[in-house]
T-cell receptor, first 109, second 116 residues
């Protein structure tokens, strides 16, 4: 079966660091995506992890542990514009991607 | 710039109308495109996989006669919501992969469908 879990909502302060966790159980797992989605807009790609470990890309970093079925997205130096939903998604091969429900992040001043 | 174009972005129509949504890959060929549906504050739900030159593969619970998918060329897939009713009102998004293997999907801007 396919199951992706992530917190529903998180709140953080501008300039701070926030970690959004994701656990997954997907058959035929290949890799883990993170997307950002602002309200009323389509998702935009943030990161893709295939191997275990941390991948850093500017203010955003993503971590994957395949053995634990666990990933997190780390956002540093939070800005107000980072307020959005963050979608954890599992790739199961052949382009098919299964999305979690998303974590709505609220950044406050 | 956008690599996947989706049109129209907003549709409001009467119940019983059929609505066609287009999804185009702009600078690459996409043998496979995906159609998603998203209700407010909910996740993207995969509706179907659109395969160029063959029938679409629908996810469980999605009516193929209700949501017609045509992928006639390597750059265009269409989703037609037939005889739409208010419960079909939703945000529909298409996506396409630009390469082989597990590449990130490029999403269209989405179509907000409102059935009165």
């Amino acid at each position: 079966g396919q199951n992706i879990d992530q917190p529903t909502e998180m709140t953080a302060t501008e300039g701070a660091i926030v970690q959004i966790n994701c656990t997954y159980q997907t058959s035929g797992f290949n890799g883990l995506f993170w997307y950002q989605q602002h309200a009323g807009e389509a998702p935009t790609f943030l990161s893709y992890n295939v191997l275990d470990g941390l991948e850093e890309k500017g203010r955003f970093s993503s971590f994957l542990s395949r053995s634990k079925g666990y990933s997190y997205l780390l956002l540093k130096e939070l800005q107000m514009k980072d307020s959005a939903s963050y979608l954890c998604a599992g790739s199961t091969g052949g382009f098919k991607t299964i999305f979690g429900a998303g974590t709505r992040l609220f950044v406050k001043a | 710039g956008a690599v996947v174009s989706q049109h129209p972005s907003w549709v409001i129509c009467k119940s019983g109308t059929s609505v066609k949504i287009e999804c185009r890959s702009l600078d690459f060929q996409a043998t496979t495109m995906f159609w998603y549906r998203q209700f407010p504050k909910q996740s993207l739900m995969l509706m179907a996989t659109s395969n160029e030159g063959s029938k679409a593969t629908y996810e469980q619970g999605v009516e193929k006669d209700k949501f017609l998918i045509n992928h006639a060329s390597l750059t265009l897939s269409t989703l037609t919501v037939t005889s739409a009713h208010p419960e079909d009102s939703s945000f529909y998004i298409c996506s396409a992969g630009a390469g082989m293997g597990n590449q990130p999907q490029h999403f269209g801007d989405g179509t907000r469908l409102s059935i009165l």
